[in-house]
């Protein structure tokens, strides 16, 4: 069964910085692409970010410039370096597999609020 497990997430001010780290257990994680969701209050959840088992990545445009993702196929981990935070970033932030998605995971909750 496979299972995920995000953490890092705070109240940072607007501008701060974050970053949040998931961990995969029960799956060859090497082999899939990865991904990190938010969801913010009343609305639906939609996926921020993306690396490919290549290293490729690519990210919506509200993000571009300041979050990082990255992985650690040995660690089963991924990762969501996130700089200059806006208010508009608060949501709670979930990790899973775009192509092949497994049960949600609690997700990490992120506050930018002055």
């Known amino acids: 069964q496979v299972q995920l497990a995000e953490s890092g997430g705070g109240l940072v001010h607007p501008g701060g910085s974050l970053r949040l780290s998931c961990v995969a257990s029960?799956?060859?994680?090497?082999?899939?692409?990865m991904g990190w969701y938010r969801q913010a209050p009343g609305k639906q959840r939609e996926l921020v970010a993306r690396i490919a088992n290549s290293g490729n990545t690519n990210y919506i445009e509200s993000v571009k410039g300041r979050f990082t993702i990255s992985r650690d196929n040995a660690k089963k981990m991924v990762y969501l370096e996130m700089n200059s935070l806006k208010p508009e970033d608060t949501a709670v932030y979930y990790c899973?597999?775009?192509?092949?998605?497994?049960?949600w995971g609690q997700g990490t909750q992120v506050t930018v609020s002055s």
């Open positions: 899973n597999f775009p192509n092949y998605p497994v049960s």
């Open positions: 029960g799956r060859t994680f090497s082999l899939y692409d």
